[in-house]
């Protein structure tokens, strides 16, 4: 038996992921466009009918009210995937409604001076008019971080071992959104479907009043804002690997971070009654359908705003079961979480040092957050319980997110554990091409601003 050839037993790692029929620059033809873009709006529906469902009736809220709230939704993500795909990261990236954020509104709506007020829909107003302040204070966070090219220098901390725990858990560390859910058969499709038909009307800013600020609110706002940043950071690699782009430079990622900080202030101006995220179930469409087209995207950003405008249109498919999104999001996540560990390829996974990164950020990235969850199910109430309610809402609202955990693990332990020593092992050769937006002729193709605006804003 002839002796097998060292390349017949592994694989060179590839800067870009081979096997799709389109990438971020290339396009179906329109009718193939206009389908797969109606699939990304569909998909989108889940998060933005789920949120408000949950919050709307806590908040002492009606279903009319609940209905507004969700074309509310659903209109703002419109506006926030045009402004990503245009002028922020440029990827095929859907802007959605973000679970990051449930735990500060959770406490704005249990807050005392709320709870006195006794009729339901003079509760709901004052509630999402400072839930509205909250977010706008907050989007201040990723605004500043991002166009300042903060967070790009905060990327020079990163490298592929760091961001394997980051983006796989962007995908295991949603598993109870997937076959959790799908075991269940909550209904909330017919009434959705009758309250949509009867409550259409095109959503527009402050449409619940003047908002109301509040330091302590801000403040726990101000984590989940911290939470999205680090899941979009995650979603935007896996992006860019599942849109056959290169990584995007640190630049341009802190250009989409400042974006997305703009979408976290229009949610707070119009009152969708959630922050901004990535949305991850989009981008793992990505990888399913193997079409990573941009323009596919902005179509879909189409449908968002025309059907939250036309509610009558939307309402049969806003009707669609949660358990039926749920069993989607079984392969969805998991093909997020697969790009995660698949930046394995570029380091040493012969080192120990690196076996042992990789390992507790996973294990403690699901871990700790899931006694956070299981804690909160028995006290009704997280771990952080102190008599500073902003300080409680922070930290819960931080540890509540696995790729928060991971990212603070892994990164912590890549900077400090024999770092100088092992920057091969870490990637960094790899890595480090990609880090400035002329370092690679590709970067120009995939994340150039359109309209020529580059002369205007030349990449740092």
């Given at each position: 038996m002839a002796a097998i050839k060292p390349e017949e037993i592994s694989h060179p790692p590839m800067d870009q992921l081979q096997g799709l029929e389109y990438c971020i620059d290339s396009n179906p033809s329109w009718v193939e466009t206009i389908l797969l873009g109606f699939q990304h709006y569909i998909l989108a529906l889940g998060t933005a009918v789920m949120i408000p469902s949950f919050l709307v009736p806590m908040m002492g809220g009606s279903d009319d009210d609940k209905v507004r709230v969700v074309q509310t939704l659903l209109f703002v993500e419109g506006i926030n995937t045009l402004l990503q795909t245009l002028f922020g990261t440029r990827l095929p990236t859907v802007i959605g409604g973000s679970y990051a954020f449930m735990v500060p509104i959770v406490s704005i709506i249990r807050d005392p001076s709320f709870a006195v007020i006794e009729d339901p829909h003079l509760r709901f107003l004052s509630t999402m008019r400072a839930v509205q302040g909250a977010l706008i204070v907050a989007s201040s966070i990723q605004i500043i971080l991002g166009f300042s090219q903060l967070w790009a220098i905060c990327s020079r901390f990163f490298s592929p071992l760091g961001m394997v725990p980051v983006i796989a858990l962007v995908g295991f560390g949603l598993f109870d959104r997937g076959f959790l859910v799908v075991g269940t058969c909550v209904e909330i499709g017919i009434p959705m479907l009758i309250l949509f038909i009867a409550c259409s009307q095109i959503p527009y800013p402050l449409e619940w009043g003047a908002p109301t600020f509040d330091a302590g609110h801000a403040f726990g706002m101000m984590a989940a804002v911290l939470v999205s940043l680090v899941e979009s950071t995650g979603a935007y690699k896996a992006a860019s690997r599942l849109a056959s782009a290169t990584p995007p430079p640190a630049h341009v990622l802190s250009r989409g971070i400042g974006w997305q900080g703009i979408g976290i202030l229009l949610n707070g101006l119009f009152g969708t009654l959630t922050g901004s995220t990535v949305s991850v179930e989009n981008v793992g469409l990505l990888g399913?359908?193997?079409?990573?087209?941009?323009?596919?995207?902005?179509?879909?950003?189409?449908?968002?705003?025309?059907?939250?405008?036309?509610?009558?249109?939307?309402?049969?498919?806003a009707s669609i079961p949660f358990p039926i999104f749920a069993a989607v999001y079984c392969v969805l996540f998991g093909i997020v979480a697969s790009v995660g560990l698949s930046f394995l390829q570029f380091t040493n996974m012969n080192s120990m040092r690196n076996l042992f990164i990789v390992g507790v950020a996973l294990f403690l990235g699901l871990s700790i957050p899931e006694y956070f969850r299981e804690y909160t199910l028995r006290a009704l109430h997280g771990p952080a319980h102190t008599k500073?309610?902003?300080?409680?809402?922070?930290?819960?609202?931080?540890?509540?997110?696995?790729?928060?955990?991971?990212?603070?693990?892994?990164?912590?332990?890549?900077?400090?554990?024999?770092?100088?020593?092992?920057?091969?092992?870490?990637?960094?050769?790899?890595?480090?091409?990609?880090?400035?937006?002329?370092?690679?002729?590709?970067?120009?193709?995939?994340?150039s601003l359109p309209f020529n605006l580059n002369r205007f804003f030349p990449p740092s």
């Amino acid at each position: 038996m002839a002796a097998i050839k060292p390349e017949e037993i592994s694989h060179p790692p590839m800067d870009q992921l081979q096997g799709l029929e389109y990438c971020i620059d290339s396009n179906p033809s329109w009718v193939e466009t206009i389908l797969l873009g109606f699939q990304h709006y569909i998909l989108a529906l889940g998060t933005a009918v789920m949120i408000p469902s949950f919050l709307v009736p806590m908040m002492g809220g009606s279903d009319d009210d609940k209905v507004r709230v969700v074309q509310t939704l659903l209109f703002v993500e419109g506006i926030n995937t045009l402004l990503q795909t245009l002028f922020g990261t440029r990827l095929p990236t859907v802007i959605g409604g973000s679970y990051a954020f449930m735990v500060p509104i959770v406490s704005i709506i249990r807050d005392p001076s709320f709870a006195v007020i006794e009729d339901p829909h003079l509760r709901f107003l004052s509630t999402m008019r400072a839930v509205q302040g909250a977010l706008i204070v907050a989007s201040s966070i990723q605004i500043i971080l991002g166009f300042s090219q903060l967070w790009a220098i905060c990327s020079r901390f990163f490298s592929p071992l760091g961001m394997v725990p980051v983006i796989a858990l962007v995908g295991f560390g949603l598993f109870d959104r997937g076959f959790l859910v799908v075991g269940t058969c909550v209904e909330i499709g017919i009434p959705m479907l009758i309250l949509f038909i009867a409550c259409s009307q095109i959503p527009y800013p402050l449409e619940w009043g003047a908002p109301t600020f509040d330091a302590g609110h801000a403040f726990g706002m101000m984590a989940a804002v911290l939470v999205s940043l680090v899941e979009s950071t995650g979603a935007y690699k896996a992006a860019s690997r599942l849109a056959s782009a290169t990584p995007p430079p640190a630049h341009v990622l802190s250009r989409g971070i400042g974006w997305q900080g703009i979408g976290i202030l229009l949610n707070g101006l119009f009152g969708t009654l959630t922050g901004s995220t990535v949305s991850v179930e989009n981008v793992g469409l990505l990888g399913s359908n193997r079409i990573g087209s941009r323009r596919v995207i902005q179509v879909s950003a189409g449908f968002m705003i025309f059907f939250s405008m036309l509610g009558k249109f939307g309402a049969l498919f806003a009707s669609i079961p949660f358990p039926i999104f749920a069993a989607v999001y079984c392969v969805l996540f998991g093909i997020v979480a697969s790009v995660g560990l698949s930046f394995l390829q570029f380091t040493n996974m012969n080192s120990m040092r690196n076996l042992f990164i990789v390992g507790v950020a996973l294990f403690l990235g699901l871990s700790i957050p899931e006694y956070f969850r299981e804690y909160t199910l028995r006290a009704l109430h997280g771990p952080a319980h102190t008599k500073a309610g902003w300080f409680n809402d922070f930290l819960n609202t931080i540890f509540y997110s696995s790729p928060t955990v991971a990212l603070i693990v892994a990164v912590f332990l890549d900077n400090t554990l024999d770092y100088k020593d092992s920057a091969k092992d870490r990637g960094m050769p790899w890595w480090a091409k990609f880090r400035t937006f002329k370092a690679d002729s590709r970067n120009e193709e995939f994340y150039s601003l359109p309209f020529n605006l580059n002369r205007f804003f030349p990449p740092s």
